[in-house]
């Protein structure tokens, strides 16, 4: 091995048994790339669901919810009714108060349709 350059020296031959290892471990490597990179693309495509889902411009809320409540609204209370307190989340207003027989009362709003959704008496 004088010139490493030379075609004169061609490889030997391997006998039956080393090209049968030969050919599995072959057969192995393309099966592992393939599973690594099946994984590769369903990491890359659940991050780009997960980016795509959470985004502002696609919304889950009812389209009651998406409406624009006026600029203003008066609720109608019962009569005597005092509020204790008042609770906001989305467009809906929790109304708890004591009315005017003295009975607890919860009313719950909303604001985008402007209607009074329930009343709820507490015992």
Do not use: C, W
Request: proline share 7%.
């Amino acid at each position: 091995m004088t010139n490493p350059n030379l075609a004169d020296e061609q490889e030997p031959t391997l006998d039956p048994a080393l090209e049968k290892v030969r050919r599995k471990m072959v057969r192995l490597l393309i099966i592992s790339s393939l599973v690594i990179i099946l994984g590769l693309m369903a990491v890359v495509y659940s991050i780009v669901y997960r980016v795509n889902k959470l985004s502002p411009s696609t919304s889950t809320a009812p389209a009651s919810e998406l409406a624009v409540p006026p600029a203003r609204q008066s609720i109608t209370l019962p009569a005597g009714f005092v509020v204790e307190s008042t609770s906001i989340e989305g467009n809906r207003i929790l109304i708890t108060g004591t009315a005017g027989d003295g009975g607890k009362r919860m009313i719950v709003h909303d604001i985008g349709t402007g209607k009074t959704l329930t009343e709820i008496e507490l015992k």
